[in-house]
């Protein structure tokens, strides 16, 4: 029983989060079908599907407000600018954050690859534009985050702007020199990319 019961607990979760969304009104579970579709990252994703409209839904026990706010910024930002998906809701359930958005259909480039080699070097060329979009917009959003990090980390002062560190903060990491894990300082695992030795 315990996959009917995740069924139902994903169903009833949706039909919450989305009652005062066109087209998922006045459903009820039976209504609507679940499939478990996680294995390319590290959330949970699930797309539910009422008739010929769909959402996924993606569940993480990532739990941490700065990475949460972080997330849910940036795809509304992309979605202004038609590069991603709607974000429908967002929220805490169980300990865990999740997140309701439309679902986008589509195949892996493994996936293309392997059927269609001249369809892939399509798709790649359009991977490139797509990220040549993403990269012309305007990233001053993250400062307020930024900000944020640096208070709960004060060591990072000095940090380039540009730094890929950053993103690794936004995921929950504090600067713990003391803290050991595997034999090495957690904050050494990004070390390599800050402008300056922080335990120096």
């Not at 066109?22 to 294995?39: E, H, K, M, P, Q």
């Not at 769909?54 to 940036?74: F, P, T």
């Amino acid at each position: 029983y315990g996959r009917i019961d995740e069924w139902h607990r994903v169903k009833t979760l949706v039909l919450k989060e989305l009652a005062n969304t066109n087209g998922w009104r006045d459903l009820t579970a039976a209504s609507i079908i679940v499939r478990d579709l996680s294995g390319a990252g590290g959330s949970t994703t699930y797309k539910v599907t009422r008739g010929a409209l769909a959402v996924s839904l993606r569940m993480s026990a990532e739990n941490d407000s700065v990475l949460n706010g972080r997330l849910a910024l940036v795809s509304r930002m992309m979605h202004a600018h038609q590069l991603t998906s709607r974000r429908l809701a967002e929220g805490v359930t169980e300990g865990k954050s999740f997140v309701i958005t439309d679902w986008l259909n589509g195949r892996t480039m493994t996936q293309i690859q392997e059927k269609d080699t001249e369809r892939a070097v399509q798709m790649y060329r359009a991977t490139g534009a797509l990220l040549a979009q993403i990269h012309s917009i305007d990233t001053s959003w993250f400062n307020e985050f930024r900000e944020q990090i640096l208070l709960d980390n004060p060591q990072l002062q000095g940090v380039a702007d540009g730094s890929h560190a950053w993103k690794y903060f936004t995921r929950g990491i504090t600067y713990q020199p003391g803290a050991n894990i595997g034999g090495r300082h957690r904050i050494q695992k990004t070390s390599f990319l800050f402008a300056h030795d922080l335990d120096g």
